[in-house]
């Protein structure tokens, strides 16, 4: 059984930055992708950023395109998301999942949630304008 922990989120101002952490255990592949989601109350659950355990490819939602940055410490198991020029609009639980196995075409799944099968409890961003 896979388990998802995360860590790092808080408040910070416009402009600021966070980094979050997702430690994964209980994997039972080497291969296996990850990403990160996020929601507010009464919104739909949001795809930030993905990454897989192969190849180095990321991938982004249009919002956060060159304002985060997702990265993946094998050795660790440990999911990274580096958030720069952070907005209030980036406010929001956000989620770290994952789900084992090779697959391809991530690009075309990546940003939808039921694709994966481990999620962690959830750590809050505020950022106040």
């Known amino acids: 059984q896979v388990q998802l922990v995360e860590s790092g989120g808080g408040s910070v101002q416009a402009g600021g930055s966070l980094r979050l952490s997702c430690a994964a255990s209980g994997y039972t592949y080497s291969s296996y992708c990850m990403g990160w989601f996020r929601q507010v109350p009464g919104k739909e659950r949001e795809g930030v950023a993905a990454?897989?355990?192969?190849?180095?490819?990321?991938y982004y939602a249009d919002s956060v395109k060159d304002r985060f940055t997702i990265s993946l410490d094998n050795a660790k198991n440990t999911l990274y998301l580096q958030m720069d020029s952070l907005k209030p609009e980036d406010t929001a639980m956000y989620y770290c999942?994952?789900?084992?196995?090779?697959?391809?075409?991530?690009?075309?799944?990546?940003?939808?949630?039921?694709?994966?099968?481990?999620w962690g409890q959830g750590t809050q961003v505020t950022v106040s304008s």
């Open positions: 999942a994952a789900r084992e196995g090779f697959s391809s075409n991530v690009g075309s799944w990546w940003a939808r949630g039921r694709e994966y099968v481990y």
């Open positions: 990454i897989c355990a192969w190849g180095g490819s990321t």
